[in-house]
């Protein structure tokens, strides 16, 4: 690989992990050519991408990119066979597919390296399963909305009830004179 081709991969990778808040990083050493085709089917089809990229091309990457990505470097993150699965609507759906995927083959392929949630980090496998568990952006509105809603109809439905008590009393009041 030239030189000129490596700048255009890292150049690649940089609006990639611009353009995606959400990437996994795995390493899909000994899983058979089937089950990585079957692993990347099931990427395109959940709308993920998944590449295999040269380390040093993504530590150059993540390098020019903004946010610290030096944890990935210091704890071995890449070593090793590298795949990226890039994500832009979900930093849980990947962990989930991931999760799915060796439940189906029976193997614990592919291993789950690191992973960056909205800059956040995640090292190792060990954090599958709290990924698993993060809330999207439209979750987190959502449950955000129905905090909010909860106290004002609570304050609205005793306004009502309230006013009905008040007017029963006042009438009550009102016959006994």
Known sequence: MT???KEIIIEELKEKFAANPFFYITNAGGMTVESINKFRRLCFE???EYK???NTLIK???VQTEGD???FFDKSVLKGASGIIFATNSG???AKMLKSFRQQQAS???ILKGASI????YIGDNMLETLTKVKGKQEMLAELLGMLQSPASRLVSALKSGGAKVAGVLKTLSEKE
């Open 3 to 5: 030189k000129e081709e």
């Open 92 to 94: 849980s759906e990947p």
């Open 52 to 54: 295999v990229y040269k």
């Open 69 to 71: 990505y030096s944890e």
């Open 60 to 62: 150059k990457a993540l």
């Open 118 to 121: 909205a800059q956040a980090l």
């Open 46 to 48: 959940k709308g993920f």
């Open 108 to 110: 614990e392929l592919p």
